[in-house]
């Protein structure tokens, strides 16, 4: 989909199945990431938190879509994963229904984050869970990080944005 040219481009899937109009999205920075309940990183939803109740009201927003590509770390349902999330870390920013980030089945709005944010050595593929990429309030991508990159590190940039 190379004539995207924004996140407004593009849609969402609840976990209900309803999709949804990430155009609503446009004049907000936006912090999309893929997530897994299995995985290593999965402490990382405290801190994906932490970033939404201290920047949300400013404009911050966290969407989350889990996804079992990776070492089969995501198996549950949509209803399975959201119980995890509420009782494990009391979630409480949007968690999309889950998606493929890779491969033919990948969902139109990752094919745009990757290609927008290639990442090391200009990889287009999404190598782990947590990958996480920073939009601006335009809708633009601004950066991709690394599984590795805890979300209290991105907070200088979110900063910059809001």
């Known amino acids: ?3 995207a040219k924004t996140i407004a481009d593009f849609t ?6 309803e999709e949804i109009s990430l155009a609503d999205k446009l004049g907000k920075v936006i912090l999309v990431v893929n997530t897994a309940s299995k995985c290593g990183f999965t402490p990382q939803y405290d801190g994906l938190e932490a970033l939404w109740k201290k920047y949300g009201a400013r404009g911050f927003e966290v969407i989350a879509f889990p996804c079992n590509q990776f070492g ?5 349902s949509a209803d399975e994963i959201a119980e995890f999330c509420k009782v ?3 979630l409480s920013f949007p968690l999309m229904g889950k998606i493929d980030v890779n491969g033919p089945d990948a969902t139109p709005l990752y094919d745009w984050l990757k290609s927008e944010a290639p ?22 991508v601004v950066r991709r990080y690394a599984p590795q990159d805890k979300p209290a590190s991105l907070e200088k940039d979110i900063e910059k944005l809001l």
Do not use: Y
């Open 1 to 3: 989909m190379s004539e």
């Open 12 to 17: 969402a899937t609840l976990p209900s199945g």
């Open 72 to 76: 089969a770390q995501e198996p549950g």
């Open 88 to 90: 494990n870390f009391g």
């Open 119 to 140: 990442g090391l050595m200009g990889s287009k593929s999404v190598k782990w869970n947590f990958t996480k990429f920073l939009i601006d309030r335009k809708g633009q």
